[in-house]
């Protein structure tokens, strides 16, 4: 990977991410694209999602900070002397991050291996792009939208958090799956925007960190070398600033706009992916990322 390749990839990953559009899908294919015509493969995606995970946290900083000090002070122990309601809006809110958390966790620990090779194949990720357009355009068209996240409840937070894990194929979307079902639920457009934000925290940091870890500095991928020093952090810093602003930009176009544009989008992107597999300008099976380019 050269220095301006590790560039693009930010930039992508960083306008990707937290639109309904599939920053994995759009990694994979931009990277065959490239001159090294390799797949950036699932560590480089999960460590460059440490970058836009970043933007999250600062930009929702204040919420953040709120909803975990609430949480800690409604725990029965502790040194508080004003022990906040379990009932409390901010409090329960960090109990439905966690439990929302745990589906995309057990299954990424389970399916690690064949989220690495067997689903980055890009017949599956053309056809997750197509699927979920038509899933998110019918819930954008058929949701109520009245619910605000003060109305979250336990079954909301682990239908999300069942939502979230269907991200783990490369196409569907984080962002994508979670709103889709925000949508369905009767969330508003903004609120299930918000929460996909809120809720990816956990996962996607403990993936990438992971990845960071077991990858990149014990070495124990085959291509660990390709994601080693620079170039990495470098793709990961231009993801976090491409991605503080996508958050913003997102936020207040939804709030008066639908979900319309990015379900043509993707299925256009689904089409063009289809195209170049036919017509054999890119190959379905990644061929992994190229050692110490």
Request: glycine letters at 10%; zero cysteines.
């Amino acid at each position: 990977m050269t220095l301006w390749e590790a560039i693009v990839l930010g930039l992508v990953q960083g306008l990707t991410e937290f639109l309904p559009i599939s920053s994995s899908a759009h990694l994979r294919i931009v990277g065959e694209l490239l001159p090294s015509g390799a797949d950036p493969g699932a560590a480089f995606t999960a460590i460059s999602q440490i970058g836009t995970e970043t933007a999250v946290v600062i930009y929702f900083r204040k919420d953040i900070a709120r909803i975990i000090a609430r949480w800690f002070s409604s725990l029965p122990v502790g040194p508080w002397k004003n022990r906040v309601p379990t009932s409390d809006p901010d409090a329960r809110m960090g109990w439905f991050v966690i439990v929302g958390s745990i589906p995309i966790g057990v299954l990424g620990l389970f399916l690690e291996d064949q989220i690495d090779s067997t689903f980055r194949n890009l017949w599956i990720t053309a056809g997750m792009l197509a699927l979920f357009a038509v899933i998110l355009g019918i819930a954008d068209a058929t949701g109520r939208r009245t619910l605000t996240l003060d109305k979250l409840t336990w079954r909301h937070a682990l239908l999300y958090g069942g939502a979230q894990a269907l991200a783990l194929i490369p196409g569907v979307s984080r962002s994508g799956g979670t709103i889709t079902a925000g949508l369905f639920m009767g969330y508003s457009r903004e609120s299930a925007a918000r929460y996909a934000f809120l809720l990816a925290i956990p996962a996607v940091m403990a993936s990438g960190f992971y990845k960071l870890f077991d990858d990149v500095i014990l070495g124990n991928a085959e291509t660990s070398g390709q994601m080693a020093g620079t170039h990495l952090v470098l793709a990961t810093a231009i993801a976090f600033a491409v991605g503080y602003a996508t958050i913003a930009w997102l936020l207040r176009y939804v709030s008066t706009h639908s979900y319309a544009p990015f379900v043509i989008y993707r299925l256009v992107l689904a089409a063009v992916i289809v195209v170049l597999l036919l017509t054999g300008v890119v190959d379905a099976n990644p061929a992994g990322p190229v050692a110490g380019a």
